[in-house]
């Protein structure tokens, strides 16, 4: 079983910056990738980026060029450096693990807003 736990969101205003980290504990076997996630009001889950264990990385389309996404193995630990903060990312953002199960953490709540 794997925990997943976010900090480091808050409210920021438009063009601010933030970032996201989650750590991992529990039985991890084998990592293959990491990701995040984001919710926001009345909208479906989007997936934000990803990164697999080799350093490769995604991201979608609505956050290329504005976020990165890094991961420290010996702490178990992904970041989500989020810059040029926009209020259509106001969202709650979840970490995403990815073994043989898919795990998701609790979720934190992101807020751009003036």
């Known amino acids: 079983q794997v925990q997943l736990v976010e900090s480091g969101g808050g409210l920021v205003q438009p063009g601010g910056s933030l970032r996201l980290s989650c750590a991992a504990s529990g039985t991890i076997s084998g990592i293959y990738a990491m990701g995040w996630g984001r919710q926001a009001p009345g909208k479906q889950r989007e997936l934000v980026a990803g990164?697999?264990?080799?350093?490769?990385?995604a991201y979608a389309d609505s956050v290329k060029g504005r976020f990165t996404i890094s991961r420290d193995n010996a702490k178990n630990t992904v970041y989500l450096q989020m810059n040029n903060l926009k209020p259509e990312d106001t969202a709650v953002y979840y970490c995403n693990l990815q073994t043989s199960s898919s795990y998701w953490g609790q979720g934190t709540q992101v807020t751009v807003s003036s």
């Open positions: 990164i697999t264990n080799t350093g490769s990385t």
